[in-house]
C-alpha cells in the first residue's frame, strides 16, 4: 500500500517506488510536514527541532512551551495567522475583513484511485494502476473553514499529486485572499531554483540560481501560464547535475496566472510554494460555497533532472493528456500560417493541400484568416462564419476537396478574443473584458472575451461546433494571442472571482468540445508557446512551442521545454529559410532534425522550394514516420546545454534499450576545431548497437564513457543522426 497511516504517532507516510513523503499531526493538532525524499522506512519525526526562537511566536495551544513556534517548524499547509512569518499557502479574511486562519487537523481518509477535481484538470489514474488518494481534513473552528489536502499517489511513477480544496461550512461569509495548492518545507539545505523564464518567440529558457536568504518568486499576472514565466519549477541541490543528485519538481496543472514562491527563512530553511496568482485575486465565498486549488504535480529524484524529466514526461504522457492521440501517432502536418500568412484563397489552400499530399503529409491546416472579414490581425475574431468569397465557396466544400486528396482537415480559431471591429463586439460589447469608463487595453487590437460568464460561453461553443460541424474537420488549433490586461466581468460584483472564474470556463468549453468530438486533435497555442502547461495538456495533447522556428533558436526553447514537457507535447514545424523570425539560414535536414524533437509537420509553401528540397522533404517524412513511435514513447536525454555547449545533442533510448535515436546540431564552427563528442546515456550497458546508416558497431559502454566524435566535415548549423539498434543477445542483464 503506497499509502500508510501509524495511528499512534498520526504519521502518514507516502511511498512510491523511488520516494518516501511524510507528514505527522502532532500532538497540538498542526501537520507538520517531515520528510519528502529518497524512499525510506520508518519515522522521521526526529528531524524536528525545537528551540526558542525569538520573535517568533507559540501558540496558545502550547502553554508555557517557549520552543514551539510555527515560525520555525515545517508544515504541509502553512496559513497567514499562526505566528508563522514566512510566505502562506493561504490567507483568509472573515466577514469582518479581519484576517487570520488557523487549521487543526479533523480526520483523513484513504480511498483506492487517483482523486479528481470537478471542473479542472488533474492527473488521473485508477486502483488498477496502484494509484491511492489521501484526504486529509483540516479546520478552523472559529471560521467554519474546512480545508481538504488531496494527496494522489502513482506509486510506479514516482508521482505525488496534490490539491486543497477550501470549504465554507460557517454561517458568515469568508474571503481566500491567497491560495496555493502545495508546500513543501525543507528543514535544512543549500538550494538552486531552475526555472523557465522566457519571452514571446523564446519561451522557456533555462534558468538556475542559487536560493539566497529572502524569497525568490516567479510567477504570471498575464491571466494565462504565459511566455515569461513557466508553472514548473525545480528545486535541487547545489551540485545536482543531469545524471546526478537531489532535485524535486513541482508543476502546476494549470493555465491561469500563478505563482512560484523558493523562500530561504532565518533557520536557513526552504519553503517551496505553488499555486494561484494572488493579484487581482480575492474569492469570496458564502456559507456552502467552496474553492478548490490546482493540482501540482510533484516528483523526486536522486539521480539529477534527467530522471525527474523522464518521471515527468511519463506522467504527462499517459496520466494527464487523453483521448485518441494519447498514445496515437499524431498526424504529420503542414500549417499554412508562414505560408501564406492572411494571403490566400480557397484555390490556393487546395494548391497548398496537393503539395502537401505529394510530399506525405497528412494533414493541411488552414491557419488564422479564413473567416468574417478578417484580412489581417485587426479585425473579425469572434465571427466564427467562413468568408466564403475568400474561399470561393463553403467551408464544408473546402474540407471536402482537401479530404477527397487523401489528408486530413485542421483549422485554426481563436474562441477566447475578440475584435472591436466584430459583428460579435458590435452586438455585444460588455461580453469583453473591459472597465467600465475606462478606454479598454488593446494589445493585437484584440481584447478578451469573458469566459467566467456562461452565456458568453455556450455562445462560443456553439459557434466552435458550428465550423467543426462544416465536414471532417479533424484537428483544431486553439490559439490565445494576447494577455489578460483588465479584470471586470459585467455581470458579477465580486471582480476578484473573475480570474479563476475565467479559466474553468475555458476548461469548461474545452471539456465539452473533447466530450463531442473524442477524435479531434486540439493543438494548444498562445502566440506560440504562451500558454504551455500541464493544464492545457488535459485537453490538447500537443502545443505549439514558439512562433520561433528558427532551428538554432528552437534548440534552446526545446531544450529548456524538456524539462518538464514531453517530446509528444511539443509542436515543431520546419519552416522556410531565411526564417521568417531570425533572418537566419540553415540547413534543411537541421531543421528536420530540430522539428524531429516535437510533433513534426511544415509551415511553409513546398511550390516555393526546388525539386531536390521537396525530394529531400519527402524522406524526411519517411523517417519521422519511422522514428515517430521512439519520439513519442521513449525517453528523453539532454546531452548537452545549448547554451554552453558547441554542439547541442539530445537522444531518444526506448524504456527497453533496444533503441535509440541520437541527434546532434553543431552550432559553432571554428578552424582547426577540435572534435566534439557526444556522450549518449540510457543504453543497455555491455550490449552492442549497430548505426543503421552506416552498419557500423558500437560498444555501448564506450559510447556512454567517451562518446561519439560528430564527423569532422561538419559545418555551421550542420546535423548529425544516429539510429542505433542493439544486436540481439549482447548486454549485461
Ligand atoms: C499566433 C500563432 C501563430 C499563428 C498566428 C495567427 O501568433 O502562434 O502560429 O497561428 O497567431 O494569427
Known amino acids: 500500500m503506497p499509502i500508510i497511516y501509524t495511528p499512534e504517532q498520526r504519521i502518514f507516510t507516502i511511498h512510491t517506488a523511488h520516494s518516501t513523503y511524510q507528514m505527522q499531526a502532532d500532538a497540538l ?42 515560525d520555525a517548524l515545517p508544515q504541509e499547509f502553512p496559513t497567514q495567522g499562526t505566528g508563522d512569518y514566512r510566505s502562506p499557502a493561504l490567507t483568509v479574511r472573515d466577514a469582518n475583513g479581519v484576517f487570520g486562519c488557523r ?39 472559529r471560521l467554519g473553514l474546512a480545508v481538504t489536502l488531496c494527496y494522489g499517489v502513482l506509486p510506479s511513477l514516482d508521482i505525488i499529486t496534490r490539491s486543497a480544496v477550501v470549504r465554507n461550512r460557517g454561517t458568515a461569509a469568508v474571503t481566500v485572499e491567497k491560495l496555493q495548492s502545495a508546500c513543501l518545507d525543507y ?44 508553472p514548473f519549477v525545480i528545486l535541487a541541490d547545489r551540485g545536482t ?39 487581482q485575486f480575492s474569492y469570496p465565498l458564502q456559507p456552502g460555497q467552496s474553492l478548490t486549488a490546482p493540482e501540482v504535480i510533484l516528483s523526486f529524484s536522486a539521480q539529477g533532472f534527467e530522471r525527474l524529466s523522464h518521471q515527468l514526461h511519463r506522467c504527462l504522457r499517459r496520466h494527464v493528456c487523453r483521448g485518441k492521440y494519447r498514445d496515437a501517432r499524431r498526424p504529420v502536418l503542414l500549417n499554412s500560417w508562414e505560408a501564406s500568412y492572411f ?36 479585425r473579425a475574431l469572434g465571427d466564427w462564419t467562413a468568408n466564403e468569397q475568400k474561399l470561393g465557396g463553403s467551408l464544408g466544400a473546402l474540407v471536402e476537396k482537401v479530404c477527397a486528396l487523401g489528408l486530413k482537415f485542421g483549422i485554426w480559431m481563436e474562441p477566447e478574443m ?108 498562445s502566440g506560440g508557446g504562451g500558454r504551455f502547461d500541464a493544464g492545457m495538456l488535459y485537453y490538447c495533447p500537443q502545443i505549439w512551442c514558439s512562433d520561433n522556428t528558427d532551428a538554432i533558436d528552437r534548440l534552446r526553447i526545446q531544450y529548456g521545454s524538456s524539462f518538464g514537457y514531453p517530446a509528444s507535447a511539443i509542436g515543431a514545424h520546419v519552416s522556410a529559410c531565411p526564417n521568417h523570425q531570425t533572418g537566419r539560414t540553415t540547413p534543411l535536414s537541421t531543421r528536420a532534425v530540430v522539428a524531429a524533437a516535437g510533433t513534426f509537420g511544415y509551415e511553409l509553401d513546398p511550390a516555393k522550394l526546388s525539386e531536390a528540397e521537396r525530394a529531400e522533404i519527402r524522406r524526411q517524412i519517411e523517417t519521422f514516420r519511422e522514428d515517430a513511435e521512439l519520439v513519442q514513447q521513449g525517453l528523453y536525454y539532454r546531452l548537452s546545454d545549448p547554451e554552453t555547449a558547441p554542439c547541442c545533442a539530445w537522444a531518444f533510448v526506448a524504456e527497453d534499450g533496444t533503441r535509440a535515436i541520437i541527434s546532434a546540431v553543431l552550432q559553432e564552427k571554428h578552424a582547426n576545431m577540435p572534435a566534439v563528442y557526444v556522450r549518449p546515456r540510457g543504453l543497455t550497458p555491455g550490449a552492442f548497437y549497430r548505426d543503421r546508416a552506416s552498419g557500423r558497431v558500437y560498444p555501448a559502454d564506450a559510447l556512454m564513457d567517451t562518446g561519439l566524435p560528430l564527423p569532422l566535415t561538419l559545418g555551421q548549423y550542420d546535423s548529425v543522426v544516429w539510429r542505433l539498434e542493439r544486436i540481439e543477445g549482447t548486454g549485461r542483464p
Not at 260 to 268: N, P, S, T, V, W
Not at 355 to 363: H, I, N, P, Q, T
Not at 502 to 518: A, F, I, K, N, S
Open 187 to 230: 528543514v535544512c539545505g543549500d538550494f538552486d531554483l531552475v526555472s523557465f523564464p522566457g519571452r514571446y518567440a523564446m519561451e522557456r529558457q533555462f534558468d538556475r540560481r542559487p536560493l539566497g536568504r529572502g524569497a525568490a518568486v516567479i510567477g504570471s499576472r498575464r491571466g494565462y501560464s504565459s511566455h515569461q514565466y513557466n
Open 418 to 525: 475578440v475584435n472591436e471591429d466584430s459583428d460579435l463586439y458590435r452586438s455585444h460589447p460588455d461580453w469583453a473584458l473591459t472597465i467600465p469608463g475606462r478606454p479598454p487595453i488593446r494589445s493585437r487590437n484584440q481584447l478578451v472575451l469573458d469566459f467566467s460568464r456562461r452565456e458568453v460561453r455556450d455562445e462560443i461553443y456553439a459557434r466552435i461546433c458550428r465550423v467543426l460541424d462544416q465536414g471532417s474537420i479533424e484537428y483544431l488549433k486553439w490559439d490565445v494571442n494576447r494577455s489578460i490586461a483588465e479584470v471586470y466581468s459585467h455581470t458579477t460584483g465580486d471582480q476578484g472571482k473573475v480570474l479563476y472564474d475565467y479559466m474553468l470556463g475555458v476548461y469548461e468549453v474545452l471539456e465539452r468540445l473533447c466530450t463531442r468530438y473524442p477524435d479531434l486533435l486540439i493543438e494548444g497555442c
Open 343 to 378: 494571403d490566400f484563397t480557397g484555390e490556393s489552400i487546395l494548391r497548398l493541400a496537393e503539395e502537401a499530399k505529394a510530399l506525405g503529409v497528412e494533414l493541411l491546416v488552414m491557419d488564422d484568416g479564413w473567416f468574417g472579414d478578417r484580412c489581417d490581425d485587426n
Open 29 to 70: 493538532g498542526h501537520l507538520l510536514h517531515l520528510y519528502y525524499g529518497a524512499r525510506s522506512e520508518g519515522s522521521m519525526d526526529y528531524l524536528l527541532t525545537y528551540a526558542d526562537r525569538g520573535f517568533s511566536g507559540n501558540p496558545n495551544a502550547a502553554g508555557r512551551d517557549r520552543t514551539y513556534s510555527l
Open 241 to 279: 547535475t543531469e545524471s546526478a543528485g537531489r532535485c524535486w519538481a513541482m508543476q502546476l496543472v494549470w493555465s491561469g496566472g500563478f505563482r512560484a514562491e523558493a523562500e530561504r527563512d532565518q533557520l536557513e530553511q526552504t519553503r517551496l510554494l505553488m499555486g494561484l496568482g494572488e493579484e
Open 103 to 141: 487549521l487543526l487537523y479533523r480526520s483523513h481518509e484513504i480511498i483506492p484511485g487517483k482523486y479528481a477535481l470537478p471542473g479542472l484538470p488533474a492527473v488521473y489514474a485508477e486502483a488498477e494502476d496502484g494509484a491511492e488518494t489521501l484526504r486529509i481534513e483540516l479546520e478552523d473552528a
